[in-house]
């Protein structure tokens, strides 16, 4: 069992750059994808990105490409999100998941990934 713990949530301003972690703890020895979705009040939960470890890729969806850079330390398992160019529109809960198979394709919806964090919050205002 994999747990996931987020952190680096908050306020900012539009055009402001922040960099969200997520910490993975427990059974982390094959976890090839690690990915970020996010929930805007009222919405569903929506795919952000996925890194895979090897070999090295990221995947991204469109409305963040070029601003959202997702990462990862595989040696203190955790990954990051860095996001730059914040607009008000990129307010959400923020979670980190792990899926115990490589994605190669932006994920559908959730049922890919097997373990889930409870969340950051990310605040962007205009």
């Known amino acids: 069992q994999v747990q996931l713990v987020e952190s680096g949530g908050g306020l900012v301003q539009a055009g402001d750059s922040h960099r969200l972690s997520c910490a993975a703890s427990?059974?982390?020895?094959?976890?090839?994808?690690i990915g970020w979705f996010r929930q805007a009040p009222g919405k569903p939960r929506t795919f952000v990105a996925f890194?895979?470890?090897?070999?090295?890729?990221?995947v991204y969806e469109d409305s963040v490409k070029g601003r959202f850079i997702i990462s990862r330390d595989i040696k203190t398992n955790t990954a990051f999100l860095e996001m730059n160019g914040l607009k008000p529109e990129d307010t959400a809960v923020y979670y980190c998941?792990?899926?115990?198979?490589?994605?190669?394709?932006?994920?559908?919806?959730?049922?890919?990934?097997?373990?889930w964090g409870r969340g950051t919050q990310v605040t962007v205002s205009s």
């Open positions: 998941a792990a899926s115990k198979v490589q994605l190669l394709t932006p994920p559908e919806g959730v049922g890919d990934f097997d373990s």
């Open positions: 890194i895979n470890w090897s070999p090295p890729s990221a």
């Open positions: 427990g059974n982390t020895f094959n976890l090839p994808t």
